[in-house]
């Protein structure tokens, strides 16, 4: 792992410089989730940490903070129960209203089809953003890191077409994967699905073709410098 891939640039001096001690934080650095959710303007996020109370702070403050911006919703996914296609269909169809999910990841009815969709309930505004928080999601890429790959494939793609191949803008998806070294390894794999397309290997990838994206827009980071 080479460090720090935030987009964020310039900001990072001047937020590593405002320090504070927090008796309920295991961070340093103050207002951070301003921060990562400005990132997520453009990019989803991948963020790693060996310390599992640094990550579970890390998603569960951001999820909290994201949750609180008007016209928003967001989706938590519990990873240390996502092991395979099944489990992973099992809470995203409890995450999002929708018609019954078949277990594929392609087609209407699978998890490409679900994320396209868009509830809108009575007496509500529509939400205009959605964000997944995915905790633990090195579970998976222990189990099956192909199946993450799709997975991870579709949920990114799915947010780039609906930004730039749409007609319409229905809703601004973003995810924010959280785990351990494992994810960490995985952000470096130039083949995987945080740094590439998918590639069935019948030609150019699909969601690059879609959206005229030629990677994934992920941003990678170390939890840990929010330590520093």
Same mark, same amino acid.
């Given at each position: 792992?080479?460090?720090?891939?935030?987009?964020?640039?310039?900001?990072?001096? #001047?937020?590593?410089?405002?320090?504070?001690?927090?008796?309920?934080?295991?961070?340093?650095? *103050? !207002?951070?989730?301003?921060?990562?959710?400005?990132?997520? !303007?453009?990019?989803? @996020?991948? =963020?790693?940490?060996?310390?599992?109370?640094?990550?579970?702070?890390?998603?569960?403050?951001?999820?909290?903070?994201?949750? /609180?911006?008007?016209? +928003?919703?967001?989706?938590?996914?519990?990873?240390?129960?996502? +092991?395979?296609?099944?489990?992973?269909?099992? $809470?995203?169809?409890?995450?999002?209203?929708?018609?019954?999910?078949?277990?594929?990841? !392609?087609?209407?009815?699978?998890?490409?089809?679900? %994320?396209?969709?868009?509830?809108?309930?009575?007496?509500?505004?529509?939400?205009?953003?959605?964000?997944? *928080?995915?905790? #633990? =999601?090195?579970?998976?890429?222990?189990? #099956?890191?192909?199946?993450? /790959?799709?997975?991870?494939?579709? %949920? @990114?793609?799915?947010?780039?077409? $609906?930004?730039?191949?749409? #007609?319409? %803008?229905?809703?601004?998806?973003?995810?924010?994967? @959280?785990? /351990?070294? *494992?994810?960490?390894?995985?952000?470096?794999? $130039?083949? /995987?699905?945080?740094?590439?397309?998918?590639?069935?290997?019948?030609?150019?990838?699909?969601?690059?073709?879609?959206?005229?994206?030629?990677?994934?827009? @992920?941003?990678?980071?170390?939890?840990? %410098?929010?330590?520093?």
């Amino acid at each position: 792992m080479s460090g720090l891939r935030f987009g964020l640039g310039a900001l990072w001096p #001047d937020l590593m410089s405002a320090l504070t001690r927090n008796a309920e934080s295991p961070f340093r650095a *103050v !207002d951070w989730e301003p921060e990562v959710t400005a990132e997520l !303007d453009e990019n989803h @996020v991948a =963020a790693w940490s060996d310390s599992p109370r640094r990550r579970v702070h890390f998603a569960a403050a951001l999820g909290h903070f994201l949750g /609180g911006q008007p016209d +928003t919703e967001v989706c938590p996914l519990y990873g240390r129960h996502i +092991t395979d296609l099944e489990s992973f269909c099992y $809470q995203l169809e409890r995450a999002l209203p929708g018609v019954p999910l078949d277990r594929q990841v !392609d087609g209407p009815n699978g998890i490409v089809g679900l %994320l396209r969709s868009r509830h809108t309930f009575r007496h509500r505004r529509a939400s205009r953003f959605r964000y997944f *928080v995915w905790h #633990d =999601a090195d579970t998976l890429i222990r189990e #099956d890191h192909r199946l993450f /790959g799709r997975i991870m494939d579709a %949920l @990114v793609g799915v947010s780039a077409e $609906q930004e730039y191949a749409s #007609d319409e %803008l229905l809703i601004i998806h973003r995810t924010i994967v @959280v785990g /351990g070294a *494992v994810l960490g390894m995985y952000a470096e794999d $130039q083949k /995987g699905q945080l740094r590439s397309w998918y590639d069935d290997g019948s030609g150019e990838p699909f969601w690059q073709v879609v959206t005229g994206i030629e990677t994934p827009p @992920v941003t990678t980071f170390e939890i840990d %410098l929010l330590t520093r």
